[in-house]
């Protein structure tokens, strides 16, 4: 157990519609990550946070955005969703911004557009 | 460009047996690299962290090597297990402002009996 939670496990909707994923990071961590991984591809870098501030900025869309609440749990927003949007969606969080620092993740939301 | 390739793509190995796994890359500048291991499914495990001044890393039956100069790391796998059938992903940190991290595509590793 990683002790990053994440939820929904799965989660079905139709196109154009907006969903929103939530993490919480392991205890203590102050960095949350998000991923978007599509059937047999690799993890493709979203977007990260820092306590509360953007930190880095990766291949996320304009549909999507993300936030990070003073409690430090992360919400992942998804609008106008497309066939291609259907993905693993992961978040990961770590101790601090550091470069050297071990990412823990959590299992995942299944987004499935129908 | 900052590339992670990982070789080869898939691997299949009967229980009880050695295998390596290799990663080239072509990030610079470079601050660490690290292999992750991936159940179907699941999140990815982090197995191994190696800054530029590292060679080895251990982690159970898991051993990585880094040599920074030719950029090339292994992660070597001792006595398989059937519990090792997983995704193996190499991950480069790179240094500075930026310190993205650039995810490789992953080996996908099957251990049968």
């Known amino acids: 157990d990683s002790g990053v939670t994440q939820t929904p496990k799965h989660l079905i909707t139709a196109t154009g519609q907006r969903v929103t994923l939530r993490c919480s990071p392991r205890s203590g961590d102050l960095s949350v990550y998000w991923y978007q991984q599509s059937l047999d591809q690799g993890l493709q870098f979203l977007i990260q946070y820092y306590n509360g501030e953007e930190r880095a900025k990766g291949n996320i869309l304009e549909r999507f955005s993300a936030q990070q609440f003073p409690d430090l749990h992360s919400e992942l927003n998804l609008s106008s969703l497309e066939l291609g949007d259907s993905a693993l969606y992961f978040c990961a969080s770590s101790a601090s911004s550091g470069s050297n620092q071990p990412q823990h993740f959590g299992d995942g939301t299944r987004l499935s557009i129908l | 460009k900052n590339q992670v390739e990982q070789s080869p793509q898939s691997l299949i190995i009967l229980e009880g047996k050695n295998c390596t796994l290799q990663c080239n890359y072509t990030v610079s500048p470079f601050s660490n690299l690290r292999w992750y291991k991936q159940d179907t499914g699941r999140g990815p495990v982090s197995l191994t962290i190696m800054t530029f001044s590292e060679n080895t890393k251990s982690n159970g039956r898991y051993t990585a090597t880094l040599d920074a100069d030719t950029k090339q790391s292994s992660l070597h796998i001792t006595a398989s297990q059937l519990s090792d059938s997983a995704s193996y992903i190499c991950?480069?940190?790179?240094?500075?402002?930026?310190?993205?991290?650039?995810w490789g595509l992953g080996t996908s590793l099957a251990v049968n009996p």
């Open positions: 991950v480069v940190s790179a240094a500075g402002n930026n310190r993205k991290l650039i």
